[in-house]
């Protein structure tokens, strides 16, 4: 289950590749973005009436929760009202300050990115924040490790023609060393990116990637960042909520939505034709998506 920690689209990055969108507030500044308490309680809802069944609890955000200045204590919080593990999805890029290591230190699993180590590709793949460099982030994700107890997944995100030559790829493994993660997610494009021209590796050059790292790698068939937590609203409310963070496919919408595809599609005729959702196409797939006023 996602837990929202920031609005679209507040982030320190502006990833060329981000099924979000365009950043519109690329920022360093920490602060409650959303009411804490009103996170708890949202919580604290979803474990009286939602599915008891779910892995983890999964800290994200529209952008980058770790901008939140609470997020120790909604890890905190959230730990005390339930044995259900607590990820934290990150971009890794705030790690470098000890107040946000120290607020991370009692997540059961961190998932940071790294998609670049050289300064002209981070820059390229990542469009960060003018204060932050890319030496910043890894030596950040070091020093996490150091104080960090529990299991850190590094997520590796591959655009065709930026972040996959050789040289970057042995750049990377020699970060990837010092960082020393508990396992390595590799994926690459596979919904609508922020840039067209975004592109993704093929099934060959993602398994010889994943052969050059080693048996920690894995390709992962889903790169979702940004999972929502919504309740309480209508499924129309719910759709258009879900959609404002990221196209979806019909498939992967009826799967979010536990709807069958019968009522999702009387559902969502009505909402294509007043013009609230529209479709696009990417590859070979239809996707939905939130129409822009």
Not at 196 to 216: D, H, V, Y
Request: hydrophobic share 40%; charged share 30%.
């Amino acid at each position: 289950m996602g837990v929202d920690l920031v609005p679209p689209k507040v982030c320190t990055y502006d990833c060329v590749y981000c099924q979000v969108g365009k950043t519109t507030k690329k920022t360093l500044r920490r602060k409650e973005y959303v009411p804490t308490a009103e996170v708890l309680e949202e919580v604290r809802d979803f474990l009286l009436t939602g599915d008891p069944s779910i892995d983890h609890f999964s800290l994200s955000g529209s952008g980058e929760p770790t901008l939140h200045s609470q997020i120790g204590s909604i890890i905190q919080g959230v730990k005390a009202m339930s044995p259900i593990p607590v990820a934290v999805l990150t971009n890794g890029s705030l790690l470098h300050f000890e107040r946000v290591r120290g607020d991370l230190r009692h997540a059961d699993i961190v998932l940071p990115s790294l998609d670049a180590v050289s300064r002209e590709v981070f820059v390229r793949i990542n469009r960060p924040h003018r204060g932050i460099s890319v030496e910043k982030v890894i030596e950040g994700l070091v020093e996490f490790r150091k104080v960090y107890q529990g299991q850190i997944w590094l997520e590796i995100l591959f655009c065709k023609g930026i972040n996959d030559t050789e040289d970057e790829l042995l750049q990377m493994k020699r970060a990837i060393d010092r960082i020393e993660p508990d396992r390595i997610h590799i994926n690459t494009v596979i919904r609508p990116p922020t840039e067209p021209w975004a592109a993704a590796l093929n099934s060959g050059e993602m398994e010889r990637i994943q052969g050059f790292f080693g048996e920690k790698a894995s390709i992962i068939s889903e790169f979702d960042r940004h999972p929502l937590f919504v309740s309480k609203i209508d499924v129309k409310e719910k759709i258009i909520r879900i959609l404002e963070r990221r196209p979806l496919s019909f498939v992967d919408l009826s799967e979010r939505m536990a709807l069958s595809k019968k009522e999702l599609e009387a559902t969502m005729q009505p909402m294509v034709k007043e013009g609230k959702i529209k479709t696009r196409r990417f590859g070979d797939s239809v996707y939905y998506e939130v129409s822009k006023s």
